[in-house]
């Protein structure tokens, strides 16, 4: 039965969904300190549960919102106008530019997810390369793979034997893989940074951005920056949003950000792209048929996203706290472990140097060892799946409940100091 379907749907069943298949594993068998003791502590999804207390209370409050008949109808399919607005006058505030992003500018679907792949769309034709630093959140292969059928194209950046900064930006490094892409003959449309990086939690300087920023001017080349946990940053530095820096390029020049993480709503499927190209922002208007973000779910977002009291003095406060809590306790409990990490200052996950689990370093070993900790009772996420450039690096997501990351750590523990 193997060509029934198309080479397109034959080529994307042959990504591999590693994710998403043990989500759903450790979804049906979730840790509960009362009702499953025995469960799996998710540790490896990154999912932001910090404030859900927060969250019930006011989703409960707007329910009743959508009892509208704009709930029931057609709509603007690329986002309502006065959400594009409230969103762009959020992050004009929460970015610190000099005004708020305009909404003509702006197309909401539904996910960040979505937006990765209606630009690999919009940017490159089939095989078509797309540079991305790694390692980094491993879905962008999927996004701009599996429909788009762009090329994903890793540049290593995290370094062995570092300076000081394991995940120090390296233009010289994109340099040399731009120039390694096209000799061998791909043709390479963009690039793409998560700037905080997920899952190092690195925040690139503005130096660093502006270096980008020109060397994809002077290629002729898309720049992508999601910045989806900009509002998540721990420590300092500050946070500095590609919409802050001086832009060569505003045409191929694109943003992107989402409710997913720095407001906990990834059930909510909502993710945006602001680019000054307004070819661009047509076309992924036209796609926005095919995954724009449902009427109910807009009004509460936008009750949300204009209530700038609730979100400054109750939201926010509560996560930095709480965020900040659950990391100290991430990192005492590491080091009480004796398991180095990356030192992030942004994103909900910790970033570990597992390698002394694994005597000869290989890709296999640390498949055991993510099994080994599967079975002992948590999943965290290996480092293969974000395209680490060494085995036996993991993704420990902290923004989950405190008593999971505490029975987490535990777990962790037992299984590292069985041998
Ligand atoms: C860097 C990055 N971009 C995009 C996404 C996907 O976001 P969304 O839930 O909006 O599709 C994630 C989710 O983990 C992410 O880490």
Redesign the pocket.
Known sequence: MADVLSKRADRTLNIPEFLVHYLLEVSANSFHPADNPSGIVNLGT?ENKTCEDIWLKKVEDLTPLIADKSSLYYYNLSGFETLRQNIGKFLGTKLKLPEPLDPQKIVLLD???AVLNAVALAIADEGDAILCPIPT?G?ILNDIEEVASARFYKVPMFQECDTGDAAEFRIDVIEKYYEKAVNEGRNVKGLIL?NPQ?PTGKVYSQNDISCLLDFCARKGIHIVV?E?YALSCYDKPEFISVLQCNIPDPARTHFLW?F?KDLSL?GFRC?MIYSESTRLIDYIRKVSFFCSVPAPVQIILNAIISDSEWLDTVYFPTYQKRMRENFEIACRGLEAIGVPFYRGTAGSYIWMDLTKFLPSKTNEEELALFHKLLLGGVYLCPGKEMFSPYAGWFRFTFTTYKDHVIEGLKRMEKVLTSN
């Open positions: 990154i996910g960040v997810t959140y879905r998560c997920n999601d989806i989402g997913s990834s993710g």
